[in-house]
């Protein structure tokens, strides 16, 4: 009896996930064939590449697309609509934590403009690669943010938004290292606090599955930041405090005890026995460990890859739950974001086989 | 009719000189699927690129001018809901002259030009209006101040501020500000007190602090001249004359929606289509001044369209036609009688046969109008469907909405058919109203018998689908299949057969079928093994729904007649009573009708189609051009 | 009116064995047809199979049908 009465606990648990999860298979149903990616991998250019992408999902986002950055800008809306398309068939907490994590396009348009100021480009050029979605920033923001002499000034035009207070941490940092990275932490985990605060302590399936995706996330974002810092050769204390809390396996002993590491072959040896280890030992003994760029670009695709290989299991058990839709979710991010780069070079006139060397399995 | 059309590969070889004349032919025929080639050849020439551009253009020109006019078009369109759903579409009426690069491009820019200037006078009017809204709810609150705003102006030495403060605080902030030289402006207000404050500009700042303090709602001094009574009649009449400026650029909007709406889809239906052509031409491949067309084309249209290119190409054009051999791409073209072709709608809503399948589309059109029948049984909503069908024929032009039609118009045959054989008429109304009844035996009280009949038309059904399925595999040489899908069916349906029939003297003959039967199942590689028999149990079973649906029909009509008839006593519960009965006959109908489609379909796809199909075939998808606004010449 | 302690049982029990038969399919038929929303509000060509699905709930409810009508006419 013990064990009926679990399951019709699931049952009713998940029964208002029936909806949206089927949903999110139909949508999964219209991802990019193998076959599909492979024949765009193998166009002739950029405009053959967008030919064949007319008749898949992406045609109507990318109708009006001619170069990369338009389609960049095309297909990273398409995703930001499709996640905030998602968020709002999904019931109660799970809808409120897909808005929160919207405002991670918000952070990547502040970032972009941030880093067009840093670069000293003209104001129309640091506007060129805002995704056009609108939560807590309008447009008048954005162009007000773009129109500061300082990255300090910037961010002070947000300062009756949530970014303010993540930005003054982040650019104090900035101000002394130079380096971007504690922004976009600051950022990040402002964003993640608030969606771990959403989620708060409710138990359930559903809770369980999106802390699990969002804590790969917060895993993968840290490990990187970790690898680059690194390699930057950031002292060990600083780089402990540009990382992210709350992660999946990694938690903050862990975290310190990487951040000590003096090399990326360090980092790799230390995660060997972690639930990230055997994709970073089998890519970093692949590759040639002199060539540092390549090797770490390396290790972050094999990264992305994981999270995309995470994002397929989260299918198997109830399919009626939420693990679909996150699983859709995890899929489509990885995919626009191949699909990004595969066209870009694209344009730049690379070969199949080169792309696949750099995109592994496209 | 058993099996998908036949294809044939097709390639076109002609010359440049033929290009534009060839593909426009193929596109008003419709019968060549286009295949993309490899090794398209001549690098760099792309064909017709100027032209692809001139029509793009004019094409979003052409989307322009009908996005912003099409929501003013519902405001010209008149009629009730009722004369909407009456009204048959008009066939289209379009300017012909328009279609054409030339003329439409004549057509547009006088008309884009035109709207563009109405669409800027419309937003400048529009944002005029927000103004004079903005100030007028301004200075609202300020209404029984008699001060000129123009002098609510910062001195040399003075500061004035206006504003609004609740009813309650005043009393408070005229204490606070005792200590201050301040003058105070004011008059009565009922939740709120207007006031304007006059100080010195050195204790401006303090003042301020003060008043925030309070809660005093600052109004801005914008460049405001006269009283605040003065503003607000003279931004009312200026509001007059804007929205009535505004509504007269918003009717000619729509009357120009209504005149042009036409004639706009038309141009763009027929850009569409030359854009197609154009884009279809990303398939050929070409030389230097030749090109080739590849494509499938069904078996039977290959004499016409050979003859068709060759006419139009003067005899110029290579064409070869060539056997498909064993790819795997084959497209899927229905090849039924138009009899049964509204069928193809269930058909295709399960899945479209492979290339090497049956097409189980004149199954379905034999066996679904009577399972319908069975399940809806009433003459009388046998007739209303009809009548249903007949205006869904009627009114609507989609080919969707004509085969459904068509589906319910044979349905509706055997539910009168059925109807009348059980004596069933709104359920039970004759007799319960009349005393009349008729029929063969009215299943409601001889249910058992009604669901043996049931379960009888059921095996009937499944064992058609189970000799199709031996007949497929045999045809396929797929003895695996054979043994494992449909051999252990037969041996168990004869053991039964025999046991029931001729009783014990076969039992033991019986016992070895059954067990032959389960030790197929046991070595069957996939699937759950004995239990298969438990499904196939379940399939047949799964026919009393034909019962259950039916009896459920006369079971709800048999309801609101009773209660219809307990009303009919007196006048006033009379016409309580009729509309008990219509209201309730109508939802009977409604929601049987329905169910009834639904459960034929749910037969046919899961028990039907368990026995023999698979589909999973491509539809056929022609280069054709689809024309709705464009259909006939216009004037 | 007859009082038949048996005939009593029977209806009883044909009912109790097409209403509990009839509410764990209407359960499962929900959850069903909310999922056929969904697939067939992304994939329009899903709507044939998604209605053969939610209806393939039912049949155990058509079970309970089979027995109550068994129980009432045949035992």
Same mark, same amino acid.
């Given at each position: ?134 939560? &807590?920033?309008?447009? &008048? ?64 399936? &559903? ?156 | 009719?058993?099996? #998908? ?89 379009? !300017? ?19 709207? =563009? ?63 201050? !030289? ?81 004639? +706009?889809?038309?141009? =763009? ?68 009688? $138009?009899?049964?072709? #509204? ?15 049956? !097409? #189980? ?7 679904? #109008? ?78 058992? +018998? ?27 040489? !797929? ?90 006593? $007196? ?28 459960? $034929? ?26 024309? =709705? ?7 | ?75």
């Amino acid at each position: 009896m013990a064990s009926l009465g679990a399951e019709i606990q699931r049952i009713v648990e998940n029964y208002r996930y029936a909806y949206p999860s089927a949903r999110a298979k139909a949508m999964k149903s219209l991802l990019l064939t193998k076959e599909q990616k492979k024949k765009i991998a193998e166009s002739k250019d950029l405009q053959a590449a967008l030919y064949l992408l007319r008749d898949t999902v992406y045609g109507p986002a990318l109708s009006d697309a001619k170069n990369t950055l338009a389609v960049e800008i095309a297909l990273k809306e398409d995703l930001a609509k499709t996640m905030n398309k998602i968020g709002s068939f999904l019931p109660g907490r799970a809808q409120s934590v897909f808005k929160l994590y919207l405002a991670r396009f918000e952070a990547e348009n502040i970032r972009s403009i941030l880093i067009g100021i840093q670069a000293g480009l003209p104001k129309e050029e640091r506007l060129k690669h805002l995704i056009p979605i609108h939560l &807590d920033l309008k447009a &008048d923001s954005y162009e007000k943010m773009a129109q500061s002499k300082t990255i300090g000034e910037a961010a002070s035009t947000l300062s009756e938004t949530i970014y303010q207070e993540p930005l003054a941490r982040g650019i104090a940092e900035y101000e002394k290292t130079g380096l971007l990275t504690p922004l976009d932490s600051a950022l990040s985990t402002m964003i993640y606090d608030r969606i771990f605060s959403r989620i708060g302590t409710a138990g359930g399936s &559903d809770t369980t599955s999106l802390k699990k995706m969002i804590g790969i996330e917060i895993d993968i974002a840290n490990i990187k930041s970790i690898l680059r810092l690194i390699n930057a050769s950031t002292p060990p204390g600083d780089t402990l405090k540009y990382l992210i809390p709350r992660g999946y396996r990694l938690d903050l002993e862990k975290l310190e005890e990487l951040s000590k590491a003096a090399s990326v072959e360090e980092i790799v040896a230390k995660l060997k026995s972690s639930y990230y280890g055997a994709p970073l030992s089998s890519t970093y003994s692949k590759h040639d460990t002199s060539k540092k760029e390549v090797l770490l670009n390396a290790l972050e695709q094999t990264l992305d890859d994981f999270k995309a290989e995470v994002g397929r299991s989260f299918d198997r058990g109830f399919p009626l739950g939420i693990g679909p839709i996150l699983g859709y979710v995890i899929v489509k991010t990885a995919e626009v974001r191949n699909l990004v780069t595969v066209l870009k070079l694209k344009d730049e006139g690379f070969t199949s086989d080169e792309i696949e060397g750099v995109v592994g399995k496209i | 009719m058993f099996y #998908p059309a036949k294809m044939k590969k097709i390639c076109v070889v002609a010359l440049d000189r033929y290009r534009d004349r060839i593909v426009e032919r193929l596109h008003v025929l419709g019968t060549i699927e286009l295949l993309e080639q490899e090794n398209r050849g001549y690098e760099g020439r792309v064909y017709g690129e100027k032209g692809r551009e001139q029509v793009t253009g004019l094409l979003r020109r052409a989307e322009e001018v009908l996005d912003f006019l099409s929501p003013f078009e519902t405001v010209a369109g008149k009629g009730s809901i009722l004369k909407m759903l009456l009204e048959r579409p008009a066939p289209p009426v379009f !300017d012909s002259g328009i279609l054409s690069v030339a003329g439409g491009n004549n057509y547009l820019r006088g008309l884009s030009g035109r709207v =563009r200037r109405l669409r800027e006078r419309l937003g400048r009017l529009e944002s005029e209006l927000e103004r004079v809204d903005l100030v007028l709810t301004e200075v609202q609150g300020l209404l029984g101040l008699d001060v000129d705003l123009s002098r609510v102006r910062d001195t040399e030495h003075t500061f004035s501020v206006l504003g609004r403060v609740l009813a309650d605080s005043f009393e408070e902030l005229k204490k606070q500000l005792v200590t201050f !030289d301040v003058t105070i402006v004011t008059d009565v207000g009922e939740e709120e007190i207007p006031l304007l404050i006059l100080g010195l500009k050195k204790q401006k700042e303090e003042v301020t602090k003060t008043l925030e303090k309070i809660g005093f709602k600052k109004v801005p001094a914008r460049s405001l001249k006269g009283t605040p009574k003065e503003i607000t009649a003279k931004n009312l009449e200026r509001r007059t004359t804007l929205t009535s400026e505004k509504n007269a650029i918003k009717k000619e909007l729509a009357k120009t929606a209504e005149k042009e709406m036409q004639n +706009l889809l038309a141009l =763009r239906e027929y850009l569409e289509i030359q854009l197609e052509k154009y884009e279809a031409q990303r398939l050929f491949s070409e030389t230097k001044r030749t090109f080739t067309i590849e494509g499938y084309i069904p078996a039977k249209k290959v004499e016409s369209t050979v003859k068709e290119l060759k006419t139009v190409s003067e005899g110029h054009a290579t064409i070869i036609i060539d056997e498909t051999g064993a790819d795997k791409n084959i497209p899927v073209h229905f090849d039924n009688p $138009s009899l049964i072709q #509204p069928f193809q709608l269930l058909t295709r809503a399960y899945a479209m046969p492979k290339y090497t399948e049956v !097409d #189980p589309t004149w199954l379905i059109a034999l066996w679904f #109008p009577l399972f319908f029948g069975i399940m809806l049984t009433d003459m009388a909503y046998g007739i209303g469907l009809f009548l249903l069908a007949w205006f869904m024929i009627w009114r609507f032009e989609s080919q969707g909405m004509q085969d459904l039609g068509k589906i319910l118009a044979f349905s509706s045959i055997w539910t009168i058919i059925l109807g009348a054989t059980f004596g069933s008429v709104f359920g039970n109304f004759f007799q319960s109203f009349f005393g009349i009844s008729f029929g063969v035996f009215d299943p409601l009280f001889r249910a058992d +018998l009604a669901l043996l009949f049931a379960i009888i038309i059921g095996l009937i059904h499944l064992n058609l689908g189970l000799a199709l399925g031996i007949k497929e595999k045999l045809r396929k040489r !797929d003895q695996k299949a054979l043994v494992f899908e449909h051999l252990w069916i037969v041996l168990l349906e004869i053991g039964a057969g025999l046991l029931l029939f001729l009783g014990r003297r076969v039992s033991i003959l019986s016992a070895i079928l059954f067990l032959a039967s389960i030790a197929i199942l046991l070595k069957k590689p996939e699937g759950v093994g004995p239990l298969e028999i438990n499904s196939f149990f379940g399939s047949s079973l799964s026919y009393a729904r034909l019962l259950a649906l039916s009896l459920a029909t006369t079971g709800i009509a048999i309801a609101v007649n009773e209660i219809g008839g307990m009303l009919l006593g $007196s006048f006033v519960g009379a016409l309580f009573g009729v509309v008990i009965l219509l209201g309730g006959h109508i939802f009977n109908f409604a929601i049987n009708v329905f169910g009834a489609f639904v459960h $034929s379909m749910r037969l046919h796809y899961v028990e039907f189609f368990s026995m023999f199909y698979e589909g999973g075939g491509r539809e056929f998808s022609p280069f054709k051009a689809k024309r =709705r606004y464009t259909k006939k010449g216009g004037n | 009116m007859a009082t038949d302690i048996g005939l009593g049982l029977k209806i009883v029990g044909a009912g109790i064995a097409i209403g509990f038969a009839a509410l764990g399919s209407g359960i499962g038929q929900g959850t069903a047809a909310a999922a056929g929303i969904g697939a067939v509000s992304e994939k329009e060509e899903m709507m044939g199979k998604s209605l053969a699905f939610a209806t393939l709930v039912e049949t155990q409810a058509i079970y309970g049908f089979v027995i109550a009508i068994l129980i009432l006419f045949v035992i």
